[in-house]
T-cell receptor, first 109, second 123 residues
Framework: LAKTTQPISMDSYEGQEVNITCSHN???????ITWYQQFPSQGPRFIIQ???TKVTNEVASLFIPADRKSSTLSLPRVSLSDTAVYYC??????????FGAGTILRVKS | DAGVIQSPRHEVTEMGQEVTLRCKPI?????LFWYRQTMMRGLELLIY????????DSGMPEDRFSAKMPNASFSTLKIQPSEPRDSAVYFC?????????????????????FGAGSRLTVL
């Protein structure tokens, strides 16, 4: 039974790097780790996905250690517009993608 | 592609009335999902379809809820009769693949694209 745990909220300032760590101790061999971002009044939006080591795209980086029991989403130089809820997902019981509570990121000026 | 299109964006109705929410998935996506979001319960998966066939409806809260997908480009979520506790934002999402990565399947196949949501208020 894969379950993710991530901080409820984080505060940051513009221009800083933000790292959000998610633990998934029971991740299965075939599971990928996926992060979504949700702005108020919008649906979640895919940010990044990875299996192991490091993945980088134009929006973020995802660091996954060898044991894959955790992952860290890294947002470089955040701006006010990065204020959102960030969800870390792996497969849950019944092979369904279940969203947890997510991490509320507040970026201040 | 215009993305996942949902209608209506906002719906206000009275208890006991029938509510129908509509969704048009991205063309070529074989999977369609209905989620519900509330402050108390977060994002809940209600039901999902593969190639127009319902695969898992265990998240549908009650018999008052029903979902159909008559063809690859259209799905409905119906609540009859509606109750105040059904007030929520209902999201539709679609993806190329299902939840699980299959060997040979390219990365991103199981990435969900969400619509803008339908905000339902039942008075």
């Amino acid at each position: 039974l894969a379950k993710t745990t991530q901080p409820i909220s984080m505060d940051s300032y513009e221009g800083q790097e933000v790292n959000i760590t998610c633990s998934h101790n029971n991740i299965a061999t075939n599971d990928y780790i996926t992060w979504y971002q949700q702005f108020p009044s919008q649906g979640p939006r895919f940010i990044i996905q990875g299996y192991k080591t490091k993945v980088t795209n134009e929006v973020a980086s995802l660091f996954i250690p060898a044991d894959r029991k955790s992952s860290t989403l890294s947002l470089p130089r955040v701006s006010l517009s990065d204020t959102a809820v960030y969800y870390c997902l792996v497969m849950e019981y019944g092979n369904k993608l279940v969203f947890g509570a997510g991490t509320i990121l507040r970026v201040k000026s | 592609d215009a993305g996942v299109i949902q209608s209506p964006r906002h719906e206000v109705t009275e208890m006991g009335q029938e509510v129908t929410l509509r969704c048009k998935p991205i063309s070529g996506h074989d999977y369609l999902f209905w989620y519900r979001q509330t402050m108390m319960r977060g994002l809940e998966l209600l039901i999902y379809f593969n190639n127009n066939v319902p695969i898992d409806d265990s998240g549908m809260p009650e018999d008052r809820f029903s979902a159909k997908m008559p063809n690859a480009s259209f799905s409905t979520l119906k609540i009859q009769p509606s109750e105040p506790r059904d007030s929520a934002v209902y999201f539709c999402a679609s993806s190329l693949g299902g939840f699980t990565f299959l060997p040979g399947q390219g990365s991103g196949a199981n990435v969900l694209t969400f619509g803008a949501g339908s905000r339902l208020t039942v008075l």
